[in-house]
Every structure is written in C-alpha cells, then in structure tokens.
C-alpha cells in the first residue's frame, strides 16, 4: 500500500492528513453523525412547526365558540385576526418556546462538538453510540418538556445526557490537539 491509499482510508490512527479528510461519506461516523444530525434538525424544525400550532390550537380543533378562542401572537403584525389582542404569557405557547430555545441553546454547540470529535478519528463504537444516545436524549428531553410536561428530575437527565457527551467531545478534542501547542 502506497502513502496516498493509507492516508485515504478512514478511522486509521496512523492516518498523517486525518482531521477534515474525514468528513466524507466513505467515514462510518462522520455517516452517522449526519444521520443523527438531520434527525435533530428534523426535531428543531418541527419544534417551530409546534410553536405555530400551540398560537392557534384551539382554532384549528375548532371545539369552542368563537368568543372562547385562544389565538395568542407576540407581535401585531402577525396578526391575522384583528379583533383579537397580542398576548405574551400563554402558558402552553411559552413552554413550547422554551424548549425550542433551550435546543438551540444545546443541540447547536453540540453539532459543532460533534464534527470537531469526528476530525480526531475517534473509535466507530463509541462516536456512534455517543451520537445515538444525544440525539435520544434530546428527544426525551423534548417530550417531557413540549409536549408532555413530567416532574423533574426527568428533563434535567435527558438535558444532562447530551451535555456530558458534549463535554466528553470537547476534551476529547482538547487532548488530542494539546500536542499541536
């Protein structure tokens, strides 16, 4: 084997290119990482698609008279029926905005986390176990938060699953390039 066929192949430790010549479809984890990310952006996107629908739930289910509607905005251009006030406090709307939030605030430092470890070759097993179990726990995190509200501690496991395996990533990533420095 010549130095261009090893330096090409994938989780190989003695790999001297490695770092973003991994991020390639041909890499195991670099594969899962982007499965599991497109099902965390899939999971954001419907958190807004949510959002929306928690501001007309009542309409859309059309169950009450119109006097008893609850159509809650948090601005006066978006509006769409003006004989109604802008609100800021419902609590359902607000829970599912919090959660929303609160991956942005997690999901996205993760992703980047995520894609720095799979640049130091890490062992297939682990990366895509570690991946598997972040993006669960997210979806825990959502469900118990969102959509059906449980007792703590529950949230706080599901939200502190996927900030370990954040912090595990980071050193990770640290050790491995602290001999860069």
């Not at 999971?43 to 949510?50: A, Q």
Request: hydrophobic share 50%; net charge positive; glycine share 2%.
């Amino acid at each position: 084997m010549d130095a261009a066929t090893i330096s090409s192949m994938p989780n190989n430790k003695s790999t001297p290119s490695g770092g973003f010549s991994l991020l390639n479809l041909e890499n195991r984890v670099f594969c899962c990482f982007l499965l599991w990310t497109s099902v965390l952006v899939g999971k954001m996107l419907l958190m807004s698609m949510l959002t929306a629908l928690q501001r007309f739930r009542n309409k859309i289910l059309g169950l009450m008279p119109h006097s008893l509607l609850k159509k809650v905005f948090p601005n006066q251009e978006d509006l769409f029926f003006k004989n109604i006030e802008v609100a800021f406090n419902d609590p359902h709307v607000e829970r599912v905005r919090r959660a929303h939030r609160n991956d942005m605030e997690n999901i996205l430092p993760y992703f980047t986390m995520a894609l720095l470890y799979i640049c130091t070759d890490p062992n297939p097993t682990i990366a895509c176990n570690l991946f598997r179990v972040a993006s669960v726990a997210r979806i825990i995190h959502t469900l118990v938060y969102a959509f059906r509200p449980v007792p703590q501690p529950s949230r706080f496991l599901a939200f502190f699953v996927m900030f370990l395996i954040t912090i595990y990533m980071a050193i990770v990533v640290g050790f491995e390039n602290l001999k860069y420095i």
